[in-house]
């Protein structure tokens, strides 16, 4: 037997971990590079073997949790984060730090699809304002590498901070220990690895990847771009100070936290739809505003208006997924988070190409076209949902693939 509300806080627990995964390349850069002598190039390398990590971490966590429930994947992924900072704080070979910052990405990388979808599992008749509450945690994670080491770094090293980090995933590995989780919800079987493929013959799944593929590009975007905006779009012709950016970064992740906490309650009381272009609209209004902006106070007002906006789709599709194949929720999270790194990956090179040859302002013009190209996907899965006849958009399951011919 197991406890619902224990199980979602296990998701909790091990979506603030990822948090800490998405941000610790990025809060450990500056010490890495002192300690390897790492050019800009080197250090390309490492930033590239982060989400290659935990694009590969995404594809195989889910049938392992459906053949073989959560507890062990949990544990065994929070490990591998854990060894991966230590090695990070610890090593002193240039060739292990590749390693360790592959290990912490796939941990990672299966740590934020098996939450997901251990979250989703639990949360039936509710699972959009869950997800949204456990997309919280995720910034609190996030937020709260950087933050650590900036509080702590005048009183200990860096490498020292970060092995405390390390040091403290046991609290939720011991906590994965102890607590019942819900059973496997198939047996282990040949063919698992061609289910997913599977899936993307539904032209729901099939959309609403696409979809979160252009969403999670948004977002790499504007976590890896918004202050080089900020410094040369916003802050041009003045003093950039390093502040002055890093606060544009910090309100848009700040707002998508924020936004998520109301989007808990706010998804109980308000169709899912219309939450979910209202974000698209808050979103395309950030957008207008920063490329119109002529201050630095707008252009913040701006970005906290990009962050709420980015907030919605992830949680509300994923709870369309979850309430489509209950019984192959991994797989299905396992597939939809792949797609949705390679769009990840993809709109965030591009977008680096383009910036090279026309410029940083560019941002808010790709932010506008993703929009218009991710709320006509969005419009079209949620007019395939409500094409399905005599069920809720939210509660038909389509057949397990093992229906299907592959």
Not at 26 to 54: K, Q, V
Not at 155 to 172: K, M, N, T
Not at 340 to 350: D, V
Request: aromatic share 10%.
């Amino acid at each position: 037997m197991y406890n619902r509300k224990l199980v979602f806080g296990a998701a909790c627990l091990g979506m603030l971990l990822f948090g800490i995964v998405f941000l610790s390349l990025g809060s450990a850069n500056n010490m890495l590079a002192e300690r390897f002598n790492l050019d800009n190039n080197s250090i390309g390398t490492l930033t590239a073997l982060l989400p290659f990590g935990i694009l590969a971490g995404s594809l195989i966590f889910g049938p392992i949790a459906d053949q073989f429930g959560y507890r062990w994947l949990l544990v065994v992924c929070a490990l591998l984060v854990m060894a991966g900072l230590e090695g990070m704080a610890f090593t002193n070979s240039k060739g292990l730090i590749q390693f360790f910052v592959f290990l912490i990405g796939f941990g990672g990388g299966v740590l934020n699809g098996a939450t997901n979808a251990l979250a989703a599992d639990v949360s039936e008749g509710e699972r959009g304002a869950k997800l949204s509450l456990l997309g919280v945690f995720f910034g609190i994670g996030a937020l709260g590498m950087p933050g650590t080491l900036a509080v702590l770094s005048e009183h200990f090293s860096l490498a020292s901070i970060i092995a405390g980090i390390g040091a403290f995933v046991i609290v939720p590995v011991l906590y994965f220990l102890v607590i019942g989780f819900p059973p496997p919800k198939q047996k282990a079987q040949a063919g698992t690895a061609t289910r997913g493929l599977a899936l993307l013959r539904h032209p729901i799944f099939l959309l609403a990847g696409l979809a979160l593929a252009i969403q999670s590009g948004m977002e790499g975007m504007s976590n890896d771009w918004i202050t080089r905006y900020f410094k040369n779009v916003t802050l041009s012709g003045e003093r950039a100070e390093e502040w002055k950016t890093l606060l544009g970064l910090m309100a848009v992740t700040g707002a998508m936290v924020l936004a998520r906490i109301v989007l808990s309650g706010l998804l109980k009381h308000v169709k899912s739809q219309i939450v979910l272009f209202a974000s698209i609209g808050i979103n395309a209004a950030g957008a207008l505003l920063l490329m119109h902006a002529k201050s630095y106070g707008v252009s913040l007002a701006a970005a906290l208006l990009i962050g709420a906006g980015l907030a919605a789709a992830f949680p509300v599709v994923l709870g369309y997924i979850a309430d489509l194949y209950p019984a192959q929720s991994g797989t299905a999270f396992s597939t939809i988070f792949f797609v949705a790194l390679i769009g990840n990956m993809t709109i965030n090179k591009s977008f680096g190409f383009l910036a090279q040859s026309h410029g940083i302002q560019q941002y808010t013009k790709v932010m506008l076209g993703c929009l218009v190209a991710s709320a006509i996907l969005l419009f079209l899965v949620v007019k395939q949902l409500q094409a399905r006849p005599g069920k809720s958009a939210t509660t038909e399951a389509i057949p397990s693939t093992d229906t299907l011919t592959c």
